[in-house]
């Protein structure tokens, strides 16, 4: 079970659970988290969703055996099935990033409502470094929310930066101690859950709505490239030197 949901009155949590290989995503854990945001969005009993990894690791991003032996193929692969059901959740969704959040693990953060960490949260968008392009529509989000100086530099050096980076670049809105991260998650999210539905909906759809058509351009047109560029020679060296490193 690498992907485990819970509901408690009104808040779902998801968790992300494969800490032995870093909560690197697979196909099959994308399926599970899009499951879990398409059935939360269609119970009316759920009012917020909070979106967690395990202690000390949010996520290394997509699983790199996955990217070499099962690379997404189009819009109809599991990844983009992810991202999309993200992207258009019509209800609230907060991130709880402890440790380290890699690629996809910090691009899907740009989709949800809320997003905290904790002291010891490192993100990094190694995408170029991988010879890679962003995803999940970062390259239309990030400027818009940290600035195009800072969202260049991120995406262009692949360096990891803190949580008091992202905290000071608009990136996440509170940082905690690594203990004391995810009860203030599920805090929020009780917070939310308690406000009346119809309100928090129509303001979700306020601030989300006029991006729909943009966010959508940028997954479609980052996904092309991004498929391209996984069977290019300086991507398969990079993915290869991080197997070897391994074995
Ligand atoms: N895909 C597949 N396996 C991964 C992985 C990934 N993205 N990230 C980590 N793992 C696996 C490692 O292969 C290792 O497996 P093993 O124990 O069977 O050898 C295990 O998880 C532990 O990883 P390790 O690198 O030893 O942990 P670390 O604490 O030294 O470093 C990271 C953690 C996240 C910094 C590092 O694993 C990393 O950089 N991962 C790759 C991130 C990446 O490039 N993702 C793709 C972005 S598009």
Known sequence: MSITVEDRGAVRTVRI???EKKNALTLAMYESLAKSLAEYSANPELRACVLLGSPGIFTAGNDIGDFMQNPPTGEDSPVFGFLI?????????IAAVDGAAVGVGTTMLLHCDLVIASSRAKFSMPFVSLGLVPEGASSVLLPQIVGRATAAQWLMTGES??????????LISEVHAPDELEARAIQLAETIAAKPVEAMRLTKELVRGPQRALVRDALSREGKLFIERLSAPETMAAFMSFMQKKS
């Open 17 to 19: 659970a494969r800490p």
């Open 85 to 93: 059901a993200l992207a258009d959740c019509p209800k609230p969704v």
């Open 161 to 170: 930066f803190t949580a008091d980076s992202a905290l000071r670049s608009g």
